[in-house]
Nanobody, 125 residues
């Protein structure tokens, strides 16, 4: 079983930065895509970004493009989401996920096989 554990969430002022980490139980995820999703209270879970493993290609939803950066550290079995210029609307529980894709990019929840438990990000204004 693949285990994904998110960390790095917290409270930050608007305009600030946070870096989320997703630690994976496997050393290699060849042919996998690692995704980041978020879910605000009362809203559906939405796609944020995804990256190939190893971290060669990335894709971002328009609302975070230019502010967020997803990356991998293969030696540490970890995926990161660097979040800069945070806005109040970024407040959500952030989840990492892993799946074997049939295409690129992968934005559908159903295409991801493994999910972390999430980490809370709260942006104050």
């Amino acid at each position: 079983q693949v285990q994904l554990v998110e960390s790095g969430g917290g409270l930050v002022q608007a305009g600030g930065s946070l870096r989320l980490s997703c630690a994976a139980s496997r050393r290699t995820f060849n042919n996998y895509i690692m995704g980041w999703f978020r879910q605000a209270p009362g809203k559906e879970r939405e796609f944020v970004a995804c990256i190939t493993w190893p971290g060669v290609t990335t894709y971002y939803t328009d609302s975070v493009k230019g502010r967020f950066t997803v990356s991998t550290d293969n030696a540490k079995n970890t995926v990161y989401l660097q979040m800069n210029s945070l806005k109040a609307e970024d407040t959500a529980v952030y989840y990492c996920a892993a799946g074997v894709p049939a295409s690129w990019p992968i934005r559908q929840l159903s295409d991801y096989n493994y999910w972390g438990q999430g980490t809370q990000v709260t942006v104050s204004s």
